[in-house]
């Protein structure tokens, strides 16, 4: 009998690494060695299954077994009991693919995070990745841009506007020189499934930006993630220099004739710069301040010249797009909402981790029965979707699908999709007036609504709270709330008014003593 | 005009790392971040250095520096322990780990040990909130961060 060198997986995504992957993965080496086993260990991306991280796989003939949350202390016990061959042990999963969390999902985007080693371009290669880059440099820009608006993908940073135009904007404008820039600043509380991309499946951006940059004439593309994201930063360099000594970009991306390469750049902590004006700004060396629009990036963007300017999950999604056809995406969804999401279920819940799934799931589904309540056991009272500029929503609106269009009806926002869980112990004044103060600490300073109204919003939210002319004051809010939605340049200031309206308006008894009037649900 | 001389060795590696990037697209901010990678800070001797050799005026330089919340003007401490403000670890508590933080550490937000170990800083936002309320130590990442972790936390940036 011919022996097979056993794979073990353990991630080193920042999730598990905070988690204490590193010390499994010591202690593993260690232990496999000590005990002179045949194994071999991969530090693998995250499944997203982040309540059960560091989450440790082994590969057997049966497909990969699954064992967490595992600690380093655990490890002795996890060999003893044959972890090598799939053994039974107290924190035995079964079978990875079979977790009901993961099997409920359609993995798209996500097919290959978790999946495979993601420095290793054979293993990307292995599992489908590079067909939709080769597809590409087979066909006429127009064409690839087709296939993009055919497919129905939107903006997966929150703004929805579709893809394909987009890019078709930049292939017909003039110029000699073009920009594929991703915007990777991923500032939104709650949400992460950018940086568990770049960390677990970073060659699927790359194929995503060079698919972009061939359906549009551009030669040059710039992922700009956060000082936050160390881990991401590290493995999509990494990725990078791996991707140019293959070929796959470079002055001739797979041998097409045609050029493309890219470098990651690092913003500095700077909420607004999230905002695509903001971070052309900041690309160029300038302070994160956004431009008025027009001119649109596409036409004048990153050093004036045409601009694509897309989020990971957009980029990240063209692959698959250029692979296996328009249709298999478009065919995934609801109403105008095409395709998948990556929906991060995050705070104070059960089952957190990402989730990816059609457009059209109802929120309480993912909250009530995915996610499997909160993690405290106290009843939920209000999710915040979108990050911090997202409504909060009460249970009342738990039926509100996932679709871009039917969020807005609620005067809520999709945004990054992340959901942020609280339980019956928030306090929503306490929460609005986050909002705001957030808003003034990373307001640009650009234009009055923004810079000046959230400090004035923080002080009335005091006063609120200290029960200064209550009834007055409320009002005095939702007066501000009005003046900084439609006054302000962009989505910071603009949007900052959806958490504190949607507190004022579902959780009237959080701004006692008198509720609103139009709380009436 | 500055009345104090930048001291040499200031100038002199402000120099070589200028002339290593500048031959980047938008190169202010990667210069910035090498800067305080190499100092622990951005030192202001290096403004106009970096203001002359990109052909900026000063004042463009110092709005950049002083724009962006990573860029320090002094030294932190040895240490720095960043907390998560965000609303995902508020949901699990985070506020009251900061409170906890202060009263261990004797300093409020932004502020550093008497004795130099450690600087406390806020951050909104690790990509952590899955797993809150998380923290950042020297740049390790810590998540399901609860009172005992935090005192351990604070024991090794103390040492």
């Keep these: ?521 | 005009m500055n009345i104090h001389q930048p001291r040499a060795d200031v100038t002199g590696r402000t120099l070589a790392i200028v002339g290593e990037l500048k031959g980047l697209e938008g190169p202010l901010l990667p210069i910035l971040h090498e800067i305080q990678h190499e100092f622990g800070y951005v030192p202001q001797d290096c403004l106009p250095v970096i203001a002359r050799e990109l052909n900026l005026s000063r004042a463009e330089v110092y709005g950049v520096f002083s724009f962006y919340h990573d860029f320090r003007e002094h030294p932190a401490g040895r240490h720095v322990l960043k907390l998560c403000r965000a609303e995902a670890c508020q949901s699990m508590g985070g506020d009251q780990l900061a409170e906890r933080a202060k009263r261990l550490l004797g300093i409020d937000f932004h502020e550093t040990t008497p004795d130099g170990a450690v600087t406390l800083e806020p951050v909104y936002c690790l990509g952590l909130c899955s797993c809150a309320p998380s923290a950042m130590l020297d740049g390790e990442v810590h998540a399901r961060v609860d009172a005992d972790d935090l005192e351990a936390l604070v024991a090794e940036a103390r040492r």
């Excluded at chain 1, 040059?220 to 791996?242: C, D, L, N, Q, V």
């Excluded at chain 1, 999230?274 to 060396?285: D, H, I, P, Q, R």
Aim: with cysteine.
């Design chain 1, 1 to 521: 009998m011919t022996t097979m060198t056993t794979k073990i997986y353990i991630p080193r995504d920042a999730a598990a690494l905070a988690l204490g992957a590193d010390k499994v993965a010591k202690a593993m080496e260690e232990a496999t060695a000590a005990r002179g086993l045949d194994a071999t260990i991969v530090r693998n991306g995250s499944r997203g299954l982040h309540w059960l991280e560091p989450l440790v796989e082994v590969e057997t003939p049966e497909g990969r077994v699954a064992y967490g949350p595992v600690k380093a202390r655990d490890v002795a016990s996890l060999l003893d009991a044959g972890l090598v061959t799939g053994g039974n042990h107290a924190l035995c999963l079964g079978k990875t693919e079979d977790i009901p969390f993961l099997k409920q999902q359609t993995r798209l985007t996500f097919a290959r995070c978790g999946v495979i080693d993601p420095l290793s371009l054979d293993d990307y290669r292995a599992h489908g990745g590079l067909r939709g880059l080769q597809n590409a440099i087979a066909m006429e820009p127009m064409a690839i841009v087709a296939q993009v608006t055919d497919s129905g993908l939107r903006g997966r940073g929150g703004a929805g506007f579709p893809t394909g135009i987009k890019w078709k904007t930049v292939l017909e404008a003039a110029g000699t020189r073009k920009y594929i820039v991703c915007n990777a600043d991923e500032g939104d509380s709650g949400t992460f499934a950018d940086r568990m991309i770049m960390e677990g499946d970073p060659f699927v951006l790359i194929e995503g930006m060079a698919i972009s940059g061939i359906a549009t004439g551009a030669t040059k593309g710039f992922i700009y993630t956060r000082s936050e994201y160390p881990h991401a930063i590290a493995t999509m360099a990494e990725a990078i220099e791996i991707a140019r000594a293959a070929g796959v970009l470079g002055p001739s991306v797979l041998g097409s004739g045609r050029a493309f390469d890219m470098e990651v750049r690092t913003g500095a902590g700077a909420y607004v710069c999230g905002e695509e004006t903001a971070l052309l700004n900041s690309l160029e060396g300038k302070r994160g301040i956004v431009r008025a629009k027009p001119p649109l990036p596409a036409h004048k963007g990153l050093f004036d010249c045409p601009t694509v300017i897309n989020n990971v999950i957009s980029l990240a999604s063209v692959p698959i797009i250029m692979d296996r056809g328009a249709a298999f995406y478009r065919d995934f969804g609801m109403g105008r909402s095409r395709g998948t999401i990556p929906i991060q279920i995050a705070g104070n819940v059960k089952h957190s981790g990402l989730f990816e799934t059609a457009f059209g799931l109802a929120l309480g589904e993912t909250i009530d029965h995915i996610g499997g309540g909160t993690a405290s056991g106290r009843p939920v009272k209000a999710v915040q979707v979108g990050g911090p500029l997202g409504a909060y929503f009460p249970r009342a609106l738990f039926d509100t699908p996932f679709d871009y269009e039917a969020f807005a009806a609620r005067d809520g926002l999709i945004g990054h999709a992340g959901i942020v869980v609280f339980d019956d112990t928030a306090d929503m004044l306490k929460q609005a007036r986050f909002a705001m103060e957030f808003c003034a600490i990373e307001s640009c300073g650009k234009c009055t609504p923004c810079r000046i109204g959230s400090t004035r919003g923080v002080e009335v939210a005091d006063k609120i709270a200290a029960g200064i002319e209550p009834e007055k004051n409320r009002e005095l809010l939702a007066d501000l709330c009005n003046t900084m939605k439609f006054g302000s340049l962009c989505a910071l200031g603009g949007f900052t008014p959806y958490p504190v309206v949607s507190a004022m308006t579902h959780f009237p008894d959080d701004f006692k003593p008198a509720p609103l009037v139009e709380a009436a649900e």
